[in-house]
């Protein structure tokens, strides 16, 4: 029913429903296939092992025994693997160094936007993404991922804020929200989507000692909108006016976009690959962009056409664009 739907003839795909590796062995060194895709790897076991399926010893025998005939008969094999709560291969470590190259499936379910992340890749750059739209026809490759990750965003709205991220080769625009709300509680909470929740409470508690902002009893709520998740530092100024547009109901100005890192004593850091950042939001109608100041000599060299606004503090960056 699948392949109908997508359209894909049957003709030259063989299903096998076993999960005996030794049949599946067999059956690969008979039909020499062009690709195999084993789905998945917890549920295959070895005649030879008496534990259970899904052990760690079965699923390291069972691996070890795929890559072997991958690398004797040259037939590409995919593994497709479970994963944990916290988005880490279910079951021994080892398969992910035993492999070629490692790819997670990410995405939020209530959106139709897919991640694909190489984590590891003997043949090929780490660290590369690519983004893909659930459809009634399968996934299809999403060219423009920033201008998919900001459709439908609130515009002037307090608590918004627009800022890059450069995953792999590639830069994308993403929106960041904040809701700040009296707490009821004794230690108000910090929830964070998307963020780690260690570096937004420092950056938090930077906001509050520099900028003379009281959150300390506020619960704050933020999200990286679209389900991605941020690791480098280039957010940290957007996050710190997220939280602050929300706190005093203020919007940012339209077509803005922050960058910036901020440091432990309020000051803002450079960020690498301003022009991959700035060349994606001058083609989506951004006008201005909040920089650090000490990147001003790399951004004035760009062919841009944007209005930079430097900053080298945080309490600059809030006056700058809440007075």
Do not use: W
Not at 42 to 48: G, P, R, V
Not at 81 to 105: C, N, Q, S
Not at 167 to 174: D, I, P, T
Request: proline share 3%.
């Amino acid at each position: 029913m699948r392949a109908d739907r997508l359209g894909v003839s049957r003709n030259s795909i063989v299903l096998c429903s076993q999960t005996s590796f030794e049949h599946i062995s067999e059956l690969i060194s008979e039909r020499h296939p062009g690709l195999c895709i084993i789905d998945s790897i917890q549920t295959l076991y070895s005649e030879e092992i008496s534990s259970a399926p899904g052990s760690v010893s079965q699923t390291r025998e069972v691996t070890a025994g795929l890559l072997r005939i991958a690398k004797s008969l040259n037939v590409p094999i995919v593994l497709v693997g479970h994963v944990t709560k916290d988005g880490a291969i279910a079951g021994p470590r080892i398969i992910e160094h035993m492999v070629d190259t490692v790819l997670y499936f990410e995405g939020d379910g209530s959106s139709s936007l897919r991640m694909l992340r190489a984590t590891k890749n003997r043949f090929g750059s780490t660290g590369e993404l690519a983004f893909f739209e659930m459809t009634q026809k399968g996934l299809v490759g999403v060219e423009n991922a920033s201008a998919l990750l900001l459709s439908g965003r609130p515009h002037m709205a307090p608590g918004s804020v627009i800022t890059s991220v450069v995953e792999g080769s590639r830069a994308v625009l993403l929106e960041i929200q904040a809701l700040m709300s009296p707490s009821s509680y004794a230690n108000p909470q910090r929830m964070t989507q998307g963020l780690d929740k260690g570096r937004v409470s420092m950056l938090l508690a930077v906001l509050e000692s520099k900028c003379k902002v009281g959150i300390s009893n506020m619960d704050a709520y933020i999200n990286v909108v679209g389900g991605m998740r941020i690791d480098e530092t280039a957010c940290d100024l957007a996050v710190l006016c997220a939280v602050f547009s929300s706190v005093s109901s203020k919007a940012l100005r339209e077509n803005t976009m922050v960058i910036g890192e901020v440091g432990l004593t309020g000051e803002l850091r450079p960020v690498s690959d301003l022009e991959k950042r700035l060349a994606d939001a001058s083609r989506l109608g951004f006008t201005s962009c909040v920089l650090p100041g000490a990147s001003k000599s790399a951004a004035s060299r760009l062919p841009v056409k944007m209005d930079f606004i430097y900053v080298d503090k945080l309490s600059e960056a809030i006056d700058v664009l809440f007075s």
